[in-house]
Each structure stands twice: as structure tokens, then as C-alpha cells.
């Protein structure tokens, strides 16, 4: 079989070589006799490999120790409620940075819980979006924090400087570019992500929190997104998607092993370069995210012709190419590149591009 690269938003592509070693070990993990999918989450070698697991990633991630790593169930959409929930009441306000379909998601949410207010930072400007820089946002005065999500997935909109509002506490969704570039841990109160796209199959989601924002167990929220009961538990309140936490660690180990962030992040760089240059090269294929904002993990293009999209998608496909339909909402094409996207599969898409533009023009 002809290598395929997999350009899915999520769940996506896991790197190749940790697929290897979880083939390798499968059925007899740690010479237990048994498979990790089998064992207990409170059993000796489960705790030890958590504990790695939670090492490697402050490691990775350079997370100072007033901070918690916790990990949930129920993916980024149950800390849409869980954040507004554990952090403030029903009266208190919050503000809802809205760059794309996750944030206003995020905000929708939240409204049930407190009184968000919804801050649009998208212009379009001659038919491109355009993003206003943080400085910018008119916050509320009164609100206790403010959400935002750097890297919209759908858009492919990434905002990369970090908010710097000294006096506010930050929450981040990052489940789409975390792990993929530095970022400076101490400038949040708290930032999430759900697994299935730079970390692990769908099952855990990543919070990593301030330990000063862990406050008492408040009676109405969910003990399972508690985070106090997270914290009290170490993350085992309910039992865990194991499998999901134990790829994590594997993957943790891929990217110490390839040299941490610092380097990815250049690759990353590099690999988004690389495509961004070949859609702008010619008006067969065109983006409309305003240049700073382009997002380094999900890439957006469309055809000019868009009666030619299923054509592009079925030969694409048959070139190894799978999964660049863009989400329906936005339509057009979409290349998630995430951390395990070797620069070969960029290369092939690019060759691919060319090909299917000479023939088609
Ligand atoms: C995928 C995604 C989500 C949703 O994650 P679930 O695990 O399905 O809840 C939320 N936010 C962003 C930015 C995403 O990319």
C-alpha cells in the first residue's frame, strides 16, 4: 500500500512511530500478560506511566508547579460549561473573545451559566478576514475572565500573540494548535484542550490550571468537572479513558524525542509556509485569512472553481491524499497539519496542486 497522508481536522493523525510501538506492545504491555486496554487505572504500572506522562509534559510545555495538570472526560465541549461553572456564578461576567465557530460555541455555552459578553474580533475587509489585534478588544470592565481560542480549527483563523492583560485571567482553548509552539504558561489562568488533535485519540481532555483558581467544591457543579474533585482525585474521579491517556504519553515521548517544542515549532513554521506559498503562487486556489492570522495547523484554501471541489477531493484521494474536505460551514479545503504531519505529506500535497491545476486550468 501507497503511504496516505491523513489531512483530518480531528481526530487526526497520530505519528507514525508511536503507532508502531503501540502495535509493538498491544497485547503484552509491560510484560503484564495483558493489553493497556485491559488493566486497571489504579494499578501500579498505570499510576507510574501517568506520573511519566505528567512529567514529560511540564517538561515539554515548561509548566511552572503552581499550576495543575488535570486530565477529563467529555472532550473540549464539557469544558465549555465546566470553566464558567467552577470559576464564577451565575451573576458575575466574563469576556468571550468570538474569532470563529469554537469560540462563539464556547460563549453560547457559557451563556447558560453567567452573563458573558460576546467580543467579535473578525472584519472582513475585501473579502478577506482580518482579525483585530488584541490590544483592541473592548473588554468589560467587570468581567472576571476572559476566553478566547487561539487557533479556530474550522477557519483556520490562529491568533499567535498572547493576550496580555496582566489584571484579567486568561482561559485559552488550544485543542487544535496545543504542543504545536511555545507559549508562555504563566500568562494564563487556565488553558484546555481535547485530545484528538495534537495529543491523542478522542477520549481525554487536557486543563491546565493555576492552582490559586482551584477553589472548594461548589455543591451544583458535576463532581465528574469539578476541578477541585479533579485535583483531589488526580484526574481519576470517574474512570479515565485510559487508552486515550496512554497514547498521550507516547506521544509526549515522540516529541522529547524529536526535540521538543522549539523544534517543532520551526517545522511547523516551515510546513504552513510551504503550502500558504503554493496557494498564493496562483489564482487557481486562493485563502481569504488576513496574512498574520493564518493558521499553522489548519489550512483553508478554496478553488475559484468550486464546481471542481469533488473532482479535487476524489483525485486527491487516489494520489494518497485523504481528508481535505474543509467543515461544511466554510466549505472549500482543508489541510490539518498538526504536529505528526511529516513535511513529505506537505510536499505530495503540493505536487498534487500543481498536477491538478495543469490539468484542470
Ligand atoms: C475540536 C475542537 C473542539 C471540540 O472538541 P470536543 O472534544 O469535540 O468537545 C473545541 N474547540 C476547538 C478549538 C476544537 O478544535
Known amino acids: 500500500m501507497n503511504k496516505i497522508y491523513n489531512f483530518s481536522a480531528g481526530p487526526s493523525m497520530i505519528p507514525t512511530d508511536v503507532l508502531i510501538q503501540y502495535k509493538k506492545e498491544f497485547y503484552n504491555w509491560k510484560n503484564l500478560g495483558v493489553s493497556i486496554i485491559e488493566i486497571s487505572h489504579r494499578s501500579f504500572e498505570f499510576t507510574k506511566m501517568i506520573n511519566e506522562c505528567e512529567e514529560n509534559l511540564r517538561f515539554l510545555m515548561n509548566i511552572p508547579s503552581n499550576y495543575h495538570v488535570l486530565f477529563f472526560s467529555g472532550g473540549a465541549r464539557a469544558q465549555f460549561s465546566a470553566i464558567p ?5 451565575s451573576n458575575e461576567y466574563a469576556d468571550y473573545i468570538c474569532s470563529g465557530y469554537w469560540s462563539q460555541a464556547a460563549f453560547l455555552e457559557a451563556k447558560k451559566y453567567c452573563l458573558p459578553k460576546k467580543i467579535n474580533i473578525v472584519k472582513i475587509n475585501n473579502n478577506i478576514k482580518d482579525v483585530l489585534p488584541s490590544l483592541k478588544w473592548k473588554l468589560n470592565k467587570k468581567s472576571s475572565y476572559i476566553h478566547y481560542c487561539p487557533n479556530e480549527t474550522l477557519e483556520g483563523i490562529e491568533i499567535k500573540e498572547e493576550p496580555n492583560f496582566s489584571n484579567k485571567i486568561i482561559i485559552g482553548d488550544f485543542s487544535s494548535t496545543i504542543l504545536s509552539r511555545c507559549i508562555d504558561i504563566n500568562k494564563y489562568g487556565l488553558i484546555y484542550a481535547s485530545a484528538q488533535k495534537n495529543i491523542s485519540t478522542a477520549g481525554i481532555t487536557l486543563v491546565i490550571i493555576r492552582k490559586d483558581l482551584v477553589k472548594d467544591q461548589k455543591s451544583l457543579v458535576p463532581s465528574f468537572l469539578n476541578y477541585k474533585v479533579a485535583v483531589d482525585n488526580q484526574s481519576m474521579f470517574n474512570t479515565p479513558a485510559t487508552f486515550s491517556w496512554y497514547l498521550a504519553s507516547l506521544v509526549f515521548k515522540w516529541l522529547i524525542k524529536k526535540g521538543g517544542i522549539k523544534k517543532i515549532e520551526k517545522e511547523n513554521e516551515k510546513k504552513a509556509k510551504l503550502l500558504y506559498e503554493k496557494i498564493d503562487d496562483t ?9 498574520k492570522y493564518r493558521s499553522f495547523m489548519n489550512i483553508s484554501f478554496y478553488l475559484k472553481d468550486e464546481k471542481l471541489n469533488e473532482v479535487f477531493l476524489k483525485e486527491a484521494f487516489s494520489h ?17 497539519i498538526y504536529n505528526a504531519m511529516p513535511i513529505k505529506g506537505i510536499q505530495k500535497l503540493i505536487s498534487f496542486m500543481t498536477y491538478f491545476e495543469k490539468k484542470y486550468r
Open 283 to 291: 489564482d487557481f486556489y486562493y485563502n481569504n485569512i488576513s496574512k
Open 320 to 336: 494518497g491524499l485523504y481528508a481535505l474536505k474543509g467543515h461544511y460551514i466554510v466549505g472549500g479545503m482543508r489541510a490539518s
Open 85 to 89: 461553572m467552577n470559576l464564577i456564578k
